[in-house]
C-alpha cells in the first residue's frame, strides 16, 4: 500500500477532516467482523484462563481485578482478566431501566454490557514459547496484527519520531469490542441498544500515540472536525482510519475526536463489533 507522507497528513489535518484510506484488509480479511463475534460467541472465562495459563517473566496465570466507579459503584462497574498472552474486560452499564433513581430504589435488574478482547504484539510468540495454541479465530486475529502493524510503525516513523528519545517502548494493541444487550427483549431492545450507545460512546481521544479503525458491524463511529466542529461518520467498512491520539499532540499533531450515535439498525437486536488497533508509547 501508497502511505501519506507527512505533508500530505499535514494537509489534511490542516482543513480537519480525519485521515482516511483504503486499507489492505479488505482482501485478506473481508470477514473479520464476523470472525470477531465468533470470537466473542466462543470465549468464556475458563477457555480465557486456559490460554493464559503459564508463566512469563513475573505474570504467573490469571489476573482478576473487579473494578468499580467511584461515584456510581453499583452502576458502573468492570470485571477485568490478565495473563501473560492476551487481555479480556467485562464493562457493565446498569440500565436503561436501573440507571434511574438511586441506590434504594426498586430494581429489574437490567444492564448492558462491553466486552473487549485486547491481543498485543509479543501474544503469539508468548504462547508458541509456552507451547499453548491459538484458537482458530485467535490465529486470524494474530496474523491481522501482522498486517496493521507496519502500517502504525510507518505513521509513527513519519509523523512522531521526535518522541523517540523519550519512549522506553512502543505497544502495539489490538482491540475487539463488542457490544451487547443481555436484558433486552424484542420490545426494549432500540431502547437498550441506545443506551449502551450513549454511555459508552461520549466524544474522546485515545490514549495513544496513533490508532487505525478497521471495521464496525453497525455504523455508529463519527469523528470530529477540528476546524469546523463537524460530526461525520466514515464512509464505508472498507475505508480505514487513521485516528491520532492524545499523545501525538507532543508532536503538533490534533489529536482526532470521536463518538458513538446510536442507530437503530431498523430495530435489529444485532450486537455491535468494532475493531481497533492502539500504538502506545510507554514513556522513559
Ligand atoms: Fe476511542
Redesign the pocket.
Known amino acids: 500500500m501508497k502511505f501519506l507522507t507527512k505533508t500530505e497528513l499535514k494537509e489534511i489535518q490542516s482543513t480537519g477532516g480525519p485521515v482516511l484510506f483504503k486499507h489492505p484488509l479488505t482482501t485478506n480479511f473481508p470477514d473479520r467482523l464476523d470472525k470477531a463475534k465468533i470470537l466473542f460467541d466462543k470465549l468464556t472465562v475458563p477457555m480465557f484462563e486456559t490460554l493464559n495459563n503459564f508463566e512469563f517473566e513475573d505474570e504467573k496465570g490469571l489476573r482478576i481485578e473487579h473494578w468499580h466507579d467511584e461515584d456510581v459503584p453499583d452502576k458502573i462497574y468492570a470485571h477485568r482478566y490478565g495473563g501473560p498472552a492476551f487481555g479480556y474486560d467485562l464493562d457493565v452499564m446498569v440500565g436503561p431501566k436501573d440507571w434511574e433513581g438511586d441506590s434504594d430504589a426498586k430494581k429489574v435488574g437490567d444492564h448492558v454490557l462491553r466486552r473487549k478482547i485486547y491481543l498485543f504484539d509479543w501474544t503469539r510468540e508468548r504462547m508458541a514459547d509456552a507451547n499453548i495454541k491459538p484458537t482458530a479465530e485467535i490465529e486470524y486475529f494474530l496474523d491481522l496484527l501482522d498486517v496493521v502493524k507496519p502500517i502504525l510503525e510507518n505513521y509513527n516513523e513519519e509523523c512522531l519520531s521526535d518522541q523517540k528519545e523519550n519512549v522506553r517502548f512502543y505497544l502495539t494493541k489490538m482491540m475487539l469490542i463488542e457490544y451487547s444487550t443481555p436484558f433486552a427483549t424484542d420490545e426494549t431492545v432500540v431502547e437498550h441498544r441506545k443506551f449502551n450507545s450513549e454511555r459508552f460512546g461520549p466524544s474522546?481521544?485515545?490514549e495513544a500515540l496513533l490508532?487505525l479503525h478497521v471495521g464496525e458491524s453497525i455504523k455508529e463511529i463519527q469523528t470530529r472536525n477540528h476546524v469546523n466542529g463537524d460530526w461525520t461518520y466514515l464512509p464505508d467498512n472498507d475505508t480505514c482510519l487513521l485516528?491520532f491520539g492524545e499523545d501525538s499532540a507532543n508532536s503538533d499533531w490534533n489529536p482526532t475526536y470521536?463518538r458513538m450515535i446510536h442507530n437503530p439498525n431498523d430495530g435489529s437486536s444485532d450486537s455491535r463489533y468494532v475493531i481497533?488497533i492502539d500504538y502506545q508509547a510507554r514513556y522513559k
Open positions: 474522546h481521544c485515545d490508532g485516528l470521536h481497533l
